[in-house]
């Protein structure tokens, strides 16, 4: 039998336990996890046990001391990316990080750059494209069954949803709200779609109006409203080199219709489609034919599990089979400056630049 990869993980909370190591726990014939690191003593001890994994650390240095361990999982909050996600590279070991990469392109440049150097795989945590509805959805364009997409309306709305735990409220550790925590998913989901064109410009704005209000209810768990030093809605218009625009819209919280509102809204030249990335929302594609309209629901979207466990398993693929990264570096390094860009026309008021160079 070939040799088990041999996982270490760091940052062992909410999407370490529930997706990350249930992954690599779906695979016990190809992969082991053998040490498991947080700085919360208590939160590391208790992964550990809850997977049966042999090894704890509070710092991640310690734990990619370890040359037996061949990758890492990161999982920490987005202000604790990037040093692991180096370090880890340096070290010699393939990175599965969590979304978004970084916390601005310039660290996303880093973790890129220290992956070509290392020749090591590293995939960004955006797990949305193993669903059946991406699947689905990416055979079909690949096709060519939409003709060219040249414009996308991406939307992550939240009414009431600030995530009253961990940091997402915290500028300082998150380096955004909802712009760089789901928008960052369906901008993914979309850009996956559209064969991620080259940005060229964004303009953009943030409101921070009703996420810091105390008399308003969140269903999301409380939260000390005076510490919510993130946007609460963003809206961005992005442009790209081959003419294609995309517009994006996200939300912790919004006087809007539905609890949530996932989607993603594709305009081709032959088609166009509605896909939300999770749920039980059918894909609903727009087309014509004989001059007659058709509006047509697919009837034989793939299942899939957990596209969580999905996007472990294809990390733990390429490194066995020397594939290129499932989700690489690069489209993470796009998304984060893309939000840069909009963050800084929201502060100037004008368009900017996306500089998404390597
Ligand atoms: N892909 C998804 O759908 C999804 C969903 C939720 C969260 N996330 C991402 O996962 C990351 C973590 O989010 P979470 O919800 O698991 O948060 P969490 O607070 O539940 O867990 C983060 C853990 O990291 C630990 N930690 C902090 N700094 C550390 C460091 N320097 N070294 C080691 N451990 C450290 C904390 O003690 C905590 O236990 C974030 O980047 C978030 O954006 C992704």
Same mark, same amino acid.
């Given at each position: 039998?070939?040799?088990?990869?041999?996982?270490?993980?760091?940052?062992?909370?909410?999407?370490?336990?529930?997706?990350?190591?249930?992954?690599?726990?779906?695979?016990?014939?190809?992969?082991?996890?053998?040490?498991?690191?947080?700085?919360?003593?208590?939160?590391?001890?208790?992964?550990?046990?809850?997977?049966?994994?042999?090894?704890?650390?509070?710092?991640?240095?310690?734990?990619?001391?370890?040359?037996?361990?061949?990758?890492?999982?990161?999982?920490?909050?987005?202000?604790?990316?990037?040093?692991?996600?180096?370090?880890?590279?340096?070290?010699?070991?393939?990175?599965?990080?969590?979304?978004?990469?970084?916390?601005?392109?310039?660290?996303?440049?880093?973790?890129?750059?220290?992956?070509?150097?290392?020749?090591?795989?590293?995939?960004?945590?955006?797990?949305?494209?193993?669903?059946?509805?991406?699947?689905?959805?990416?055979?079909?364009?690949?096709?060519?069954?939409?003709?060219?997409?040249?414009?996308?309306?991406?939307?992550?709305?939240?009414?009431?949803?600030?995530?009253?735990?961990?940091?997402?409220?915290?500028?300082?550790?998150?380096?955004?709200?909802?712009?760089?925590?789901?928008?960052?998913?369906?901008?993914?989901?979309?850009?996956?779609?559209?064969?991620?064109?080259?940005?060229?410009?964004?303009?953009?704005?943030?409101?921070?109006?009703?996420?810091?209000?105390?008399?308003?209810?969140?269903?999301?768990?409380?939260?000390?409203?005076?510490?919510?030093?993130?946007?609460?809605?963003?809206?961005?218009?992005?442009?790209?080199?081959?003419?294609?625009?995309?517009?994006?819209?996200?939300?912790?919280?919004?006087?809007?219709?539905?609890?949530?509102?996932?989607?993603?809204?594709?305009?081709?030249?032959?088609?166009?489609?509605?896909?939300?990335?999770?749920?039980?929302?059918?894909?609903?594609?727009?087309?014509?034919?004989?001059?007659? $309209?058709?509006?047509?629901?697919? %009837?034989?979207?793939?299942?899939? *599990?957990?596209? +969580?466990?999905?996007? #472990?398993? !294809?990390? /733990?693929?390429?490194?066995?089979?020397?594939?290129?990264?499932?989700?690489?570096?690069?489209?993470?390094?796009? $998304?984060?400056?893309?939000?840069? %860009?909009?963050?800084?026309?929201? *502060?100037?008021? +004008?368009?900017?630049? #996306?500089? !998404?160079? /390597?």
């Amino acid at each position: 039998m070939a040799k088990k990869l041999k996982i270490g993980i760091i940052g062992s909370g909410g999407i370490a336990q529930g997706c990350h190591m249930r992954g690599y726990a779906s695979m016990p014939d190809l992969c082991e996890m053998v040490a498991v690191c947080d700085v919360n003593p208590d939160t590391a001890k208790q992964a550990a046990e809850k997977y049966d994994v042999g090894k704890t650390y509070t710092d991640f240095r310690e734990l990619l001391k370890d040359k037996s361990i061949d990758a890492v999982s990161v999982a920490t909050p987005n202000a604790y990316h990037v040093e692991p996600t180096v370090e880890a590279l340096k070290a010699g070991k393939h990175v599965l990080c969590e979304k978004p990469l970084g916390m601005n392109a310039a660290e996303c440049r880093r973790m890129c750059r220290a992956a070509k150097e290392a020749d090591k795989i590293l995939q960004v945590g955006l797990q949305n494209r193993f669903t059946g509805a991406a699947r689905f959805m990416k055979a079909y364009i690949d096709a060519g069954s939409m003709g060219d997409i040249y414009y996308a309306r991406a939307q992550a709305l939240r009414r009431r949803g600030v995530p009253g735990w961990g940091v997402f409220i915290d500028k300082e550790k998150q380096g955004g709200g909802p712009l760089i925590d789901i928008g960052v998913h369906i901008l993914d989901f979309t850009l996956y779609f559209m064969g991620y064109p080259k940005p060229v410009s964004a303009f953009g704005k943030t409101w921070n109006t009703l996420g810091k209000n105390p008399e308003l209810f969140n269903s999301w768990g409380d939260y000390d409203r005076s510490k919510f030093t993130v946007e609460d809605f963003a809206v961005g218009m992005i442009k790209f080199e081959n003419g294609a625009t995309v517009t994006l819209e996200s939300s912790f919280m919004a006087n809007q219709a539905s609890g949530e509102n996932f989607k993603t809204q594709l305009y081709g030249t032959k088609s166009g489609a509605i896909v939300t990335p999770w749920g039980d929302k059918p894909v609903e594609i727009f087309t014509e034919a004989n001059r007659q $309209l058709l509006d047509v629901i697919p %009837a034989n979207i793939p299942h899939v *599990e957990s596209a +969580h466990v999905d996007e #472990v398993k !294809a990390f /733990v693929d390429a490194i066995l089979h020397h594939k290129p990264s499932p989700v690489p570096g690069e489209n993470g390094l796009i $998304l984060n400056a893309i939000f840069d %860009a909009i963050y800084k026309s929201s *502060e100037t008021g +004008h368009e900017e630049k #996306v500089n !998404a160079a /390597v």
